[in-house]
C-alpha cells in the first residue's frame, strides 16, 4: 500500500548478508551440535529457514502463522509432516536488530542452536559479512489502533506510536528477579549494546524437571542464567543488574519480528511470553483496519546508524 507525502530519497531500503557465514553450536534440549548457515537472499523474500538435513529441504517463512508450538520457546514447523524448527527467537531478535530483511536460513535440525542463550553471537555473524542495502523500498507495519491480548494473567497491548518501542515489565517470587521493568525505544540503536547479549534465564528446579522429558539437554551454565531459588548460579554472575527483563524483551523482539516487517507502534507487556507474544501479532494482522503498510522513513530510524557504527 503506498504512502503519499513520502519522497523517494527518505525511503530505507531493504537489506540483506554481504555474503554467506555460518556456525554450529549445541540445541537446547536435543543437546546435538547443530550447523546454520545465513545466506544472501533477494528482495521480498523476507525470513526463510530450510531444513537440509531432510530429502525434501523444506522451507518454513518465518512468520507468526507458521508458529506451530510456544511452550518453551518459538517454534515454526508443520504438524502433519511432523516437522518443526525451534528456538528461532534469538536469531529473528538479531535479524531484527540489524533491520536485515531477507536471509535465507540452512539448518541440519530441529532447532536453532542456543549459543550462549543471546542474539549476541548472531549478531557477530552479521557483522563478520556485513549489510548490503537493496533497491526495494522496506516496508513496516503502521498501527493505526490498539489492540490487546490477555492470556492466564498475562498481557500484552499494542498501541501506535512514531516509532517502534517495547516496554516490559516482570514479576517473579525469586528475590533474585523480583519486579523488572524496561522500557527500549529500537529507533535510539540500543539493542546491540543493551539488549543483544541478555541470555536466557530458567529454574534450575525447571531444568530438571524439563530433562526428565528428555528436554533441555544442552542447557548449561554456558548458555543460560541458572537461578536456584533466590541465586543466580552462574560463577560470572549476569551480564546486566536486570538481565531478565532485558531478555524477555529479546525474546518479544524476535517473536514479534514473525509479522514478516518491523511493526511502527508500541508494545506494552506485562509478563508476556512466546504465546502472548503470538496472539497480539494474530489478533493484530486479522484486523485489517488495527494496521496498514507503509514505506520506512529515514527520518524515523534516528540513531540506528549510531548502533551500526558501533557494531563496524
Known amino acids: 500500500m503506498a504512502h503519499s507525502g513520502t519522497s523517494d530519497h527518505d525511503v530505507v531500503r531493504q537489506r540483506t548478508l554481504k555474503a554467506s557465514i555460518g556456525c554450529a553450536g549445541v540445541g537446547l534440549h536435543s543437546g546435538h551440535k547443530i550447523r546454520i548457515t545465513l545466506h544472501p537472499a533477494s528482495e521480498n523474500h523476507g525470513i526463510v529457514f530450510r531444513r537440509t538435513d531432510l530429502a525434501s529441504q523444506p522451507l518454513f517463512p518465518a512468520r507468526y502463522d507458521g508458529v506451530i508450538d510456544t511452550?518453551?520457546?518459538?517454534?515454526?514447523?508443520?504438524?502433519?509432516?511432523?516437522?518443526?524448527?525451534?528456538?528461532?527467537?534469538?536469531?529473528?531478535?538479531?535479524?531484527?536488530?540489524?533491520?536485515?530483511?531477507?536471509?535465507?536460513?540452512?539448518?541440519?535440525?530441529?532447532?536453532?542452536?542456543?549459543?550462549?542463550?543471546?542474539?549476541?553471537?548472531?549478531?557477530?555473524?552479521?557483522?563478520?559479512?556485513?549489510?548490503?542495502?537493496?533497491?526495494?523500498?522496506?516496508?513496516?507495519?503502521?498501527?493505526?489502533?490498539?489492540?490487546?491480548?490477555?492470556?492466564?494473567?498475562?498481557?500484552?497491548?499494542?498501541?501506535?506510536?512514531?516509532?517502534?518501542?517495547?516496554?516490559?515489565?516482570?514479576?517473579?517470587?525469586?528475590?533474585?528477579?523480583?519486579?523488572?521493568?524496561?522500557?527500549?525505544?529500537?529507533?535510539?540503536?540500543?539493542?546491540?549494546?543493551?539488549?543483544?547479549?541478555?541470555?536466557?534465564?530458567?529454574?534450575?528446579?525447571?531444568?530438571?524437571?524439563?530433562?526428565?522429558?528428555?528436554?533441555?539437554?544442552?542447557?548449561?551454565?554456558?548458555?543460560?542464567?541458572?537461578?536456584?531459588?533466590?541465586?543466580?548460579?552462574?560463577?560470572?554472575?549476569?551480564?546486566?543488574?536486570?538481565?531478565?527483563?532485558?531478555?524477555?524483551?529479546?525474546?518479544?523482539?524476535g517473536d514479534l519480528y514473525t509479522a514478516g516487517k518491523q511493526l511502527q507502534g508500541k508494545v506494552t507487556a506485562y509478563k508476556s511470553g512466546h504465546h502472548v507474544n503470538n496472539l497480539l501479532l494474530k489478533a493484530l494482522l486479522a484486523d485489517a483496519s488495527a494496521w496498514r503498510l507503509v514505506p520506512m522513513r529515514k527520518s524515523a530510524l534516528h540513531s540506528v546508524e549510531t548502533q551500526e557504527l558501533a557494531m563496524a
Open 71 to 253: 511452550q518453551l520457546c518459538t517454534c515454526l514447523g508443520d504438524r502433519d509432516a511432523g516437522i518443526k524448527i525451534g528456538t528461532i527467537e534469538h536469531l529473528m531478535a538479531a535479524l531484527a536488530g540489524s533491520r536485515i530483511d531477507n536471509v535465507l536460513i540452512d539448518i541440519d535440525a530441529d532447532e536453532v542452536p542456543v549459543m550462549d542463550g543471546s542474539s549476541a553471537p548472531f549478531n557477530f555473524l552479521i557483522d563478520c559479512v556485513g549489510i548490503t542495502e537493496q533497491n526495494a523500498p522496506r516496508q513496516v507495519i503502521e498501527v493505526l489502533k490498539s489492540v490487546e491480548v490477555e492470556y492466564k494473567g498475562c498481557t500484552a497491548r499494542v498501541d501506535p506510536a512514531h516509532g517502534f518501542e517495547i516496554d516490559f515489565e516482570i514479576d517473579f517470587a525469586s528475590k533474585a528477579i523480583k519486579n523488572q521493568r524496561m522500557s527500549v525505544k529500537f529507533d535510539d540503536g540500543v539493542f546491540v549494546a543493551d539488549i543483544s547479549r541478555a541470555r536466557t534465564f530458567g529454574f534450575l528446579h525447571e531444568v530438571e524437571a524439563m530433562r526428565s522429558m528428555g528436554l533441555a539437554r544442552g542447557g548449561s551454565l554456558d548458555n543460560a542464567v541458572v537461578l536456584s531459588g533466590d541465586e543466580v548460579m552462574n560463577e560470572e554472575g549476569l551480564r546486566y543488574e536486570d538481565e531478565f527483563v532485558r531478555h524477555k524483551i529479546l525474546d518479544a523482539l
